[in-house]
């Protein structure tokens, strides 16, 4: 049930820009975004809904394609300051109406001067 | 300030020491959850909570016990520890919507177990 993100790993230089997937086998309803910096909790980016809808966050943007059960995050002239483990999250509706939201396993981001 | 919060932060013990990990929120938010983080594995839900007295297993719940007794507390139990279950745990809410509200998290918890 967990959604699979990739690249595992990215290691860019200040400036460039990166593209993290995320899929997932069940049909997707939402996939919530999240960045954890070493040592701290996760803090949420971003929510995306069904639609194949965009959305943006500084110059961190994703988007959300529920035919193929994809969304990807991407962050454009990368900062020092966007360094961290990046998670995507999937909702699984489970019965009496439960909404189970579940992690991929993290890609983590390295960006150096 | 709205906030999750967790203790202990940090918890050496041994095996089979019965603990538990607190966690409590002032949003008055409906859903809690708790996870474990391990390296490689992202982070993977034990428990969950749609509101109080009523929970449900994540998909690592072997080993742990939780309670909803009130709204604002989810306290995550660990009956005999296991080394195991040596892992930083993160207890986390977010209100009750379709889809499209976000998770809170907790500072965490690194647990050792000897």
């Known amino acids: 049930q967990q959604p699979v993100q990739s690249p595992q790993a990215v290691i860019l230089r200040e400036g460039e820009d990166a593209v993290i997937n995320c899929s997932s086998s069940k049909a997707l309803y939402s996939v919530h975004w999240y960045r954890q910096k070493h040592g701290e909790a996760p803090v949420f980016l971003m929510i995306?809904?069904?639609?194949?809808e965009q959305k943006g966050h500084e110059k961190i943007s994703a988007s959300f394609n529920e035919k193929k059960q994809q969304s990807s995050l991407y962050l454009t002239a990368s900062q020092l300051s966007y360094s961290g483990t990046y998670f995507c999250g999937t909702v699984i509706l489970r019965p009496q109406g439960a909404q189970k939201l579940v992690f991929g396993q993290g890609t983590r981001l390295t960006i150096n001067p | 300030e709205a906030q999750v919060t967790q203790n202990p932060r940090y918890l050496i013990t041994v095996t089979g020491k019965k603990l538990t990990v607190t966690c409590s929120q002032n949003m008055n938010h409906e859903y809690m959850s708790w996870y474990r983080q391990d390296p490689g594995l992202g982070l993977r839900q034990i428990y969950y909570?749609?509101?109080?007295?009523?929970?449900d297993k994540g998909d690592v719940p072997e080993g742990y016990k939780v309670s909803r007794k009130e709204k604002r507390n989810f306290p995550l139990i660990l009956e005999s520890p296991s080394p195991n279950q040596t892992s930083l745990y993160f207890c986390a809410s977010r209100s009750a919507g379709w889809f499209s509200n976000e998770q809170f998290f907790g500072p965490g918890t690194r647990l050792t177990v000897l």
């Open positions: 909570s749609m509101n109080v007295e009523v929970t």
């Open positions: 995306l809904l069904k639609g194949g």
